[in-house]
């Protein structure tokens, strides 16, 4: 179609020139000349016409090979989208499995202080109790005594043949099982 468009307005062309001419066989000769120059110009823009067709043909199979691997925005924010997803998942995970570590160690830790309790609670029970009323009912002569390491009431008063009560009532001890080192004691009675 473009051919025949060129070839109708080589032939106007020559047409115009042909009524200019002065003879017959000069006009004949311009318009040979003028559609041999038209049609190589046409032949020109044929070879143009199809180089670029054949460009065109070119760029869009590139195109439709570059759509699979080209990915739109939407794809990228639907893949994100899953990540987070998936991240949020495993992380509720494990924060769950976290949680009930905790818990069970909390757990053991309750269930050890309560034994231990138990256990204070049991010896404090077991301990003798404590004296806050004393008498004067023990000998008035007697001797002092530096406590050693090891002593007890029970092994001071054996050793001396006194009572071990004497030595509480003079001394005013409340709790017969807590001596200290170096306590100086008087015992009624002792020579």
Same mark, same amino acid.
């Given at each position: 179609?473009?051919?025949? +468009? ?59 090979? #570059? ?24 992380? %509720?995970?494990?924060? %769950? ?42 000998? %008035? ?11 007890? +009431? ?29 306590? #100086?004691?008087? +015992?009624?009675?002792?020579?």
């Amino acid at each position: 179609m473009r051919t025949t +468009l060129l070839l109708f307005l080589a032939a106007g062309a020559v047409g115009s020139a042909f009524g200019q001419m002065n003879s017959p066989q000069a006009e004949l000769a311009s318009l040979r000349e003028d559609v041999r120059g038209l049609l190589q110009r046409v032949g020109e823009l044929q070879g143009r016409v199809e180089q670029l067709e054949r460009d065109n043909s070119t760029l869009r199979q590139r195109v439709v090979a #570059t759509e699979d691997s080209v990915v739109t925005l939407r794809q990228l924010n639907d893949a994100v989208s899953d990540m987070n997803r998936s991240i949020q998942s495993a992380v %509720s995970a494990s924060e %769950s499995r976290v949680l009930r570590q905790v818990a069970q160690q909390m757990e053991t830790l309750a269930r050890q202080t309560n034994a231990a309790i138990e256990s204070v609670s049991r010896n404090a029970a077991s301990r003798a109790q404590v004296q806050t009323s004393f008498t004067k009912d023990y000998p %008035s002569n007697g001797i002092p005594y530096t406590v050693q390491g090891g002593d007890t +009431l029970s092994t001071i008063a054996r050793r001396f043949n006194i009572p071990v009560d004497d030595i509480v009532n003079a001394n005013e001890i409340p709790d017969r099982d807590r001596l200290q080192v170096g306590q #100086t004691l008087f +015992l009624p009675g002792a020579r």
